[in-house]
């Protein structure tokens, strides 16, 4: 089999699973040192200000996100990538050997789509826990701006 190059363009029909995979743009780690000094205080957390979101029509009067049917795609990805985890080496190639290399890439899409899916929904749990911290800043900090 051969390996396309970055220059080289894959037809519609031929096109990855893993290429369709929406980036979410989150670094787990962080490639960058944060300064200790660029560390924000309770104070310039109770400081922080925004504005709530609106909730998504297309989820319904009673939709949460993210949905079951995301999480539930999200826990096969995950018990995949865990029974990947426990293969050695050439156990992997040997299933490349015997796994139609289309199944092999739609299983590698839905890693990538359940790990950059779960990275935003790390992101927004990160900011909701930042918010609540600013709203309890608020409550104690003397000086603080109450936004009651």
């Not at 289309?102 to 779960?118: F, N, R």
């Amino acid at each position: 089999m051969r390996m396309q190059t970055a220059k080289a363009k894959a037809s519609p029909r031929n096109r990855s699973a893993v290429a369709d995979a929406r980036q979410s743009g989150l670094e787990l780690i962080s490639k960058t040192k944060v300064a200790k000094k660029d560390l924000a205080t309770p104070e310039d957390i109770a400081k922080i200000d925004w504005k709530p979101w609106k909730r998504d029509k297309s989820l319904g009067k009673a939709g949460l996100f993210p949905g079951d049917k995301e999480m539930i795609n999200c826990a096969v990805a995950a018990r995949m990538s865990y029974a990947v985890m426990l293969m050695e080496k050439k156990a992997l190639v040997a299933m490349h050997g015997k796994v139609e290399h289309q199944h092999v890439d739609t299983m590698m899409g839905q890693m990538m789509d359940s790990a950059e899916m779960l990275k935003g929904v790390a992101k927004m749990i990160e900011a909701a826990y930042l918010r609540v911290l600013a709203g309890a800043g608020v409550g104690v900090l003397p000086g603080a701006a109450h936004a009651r």
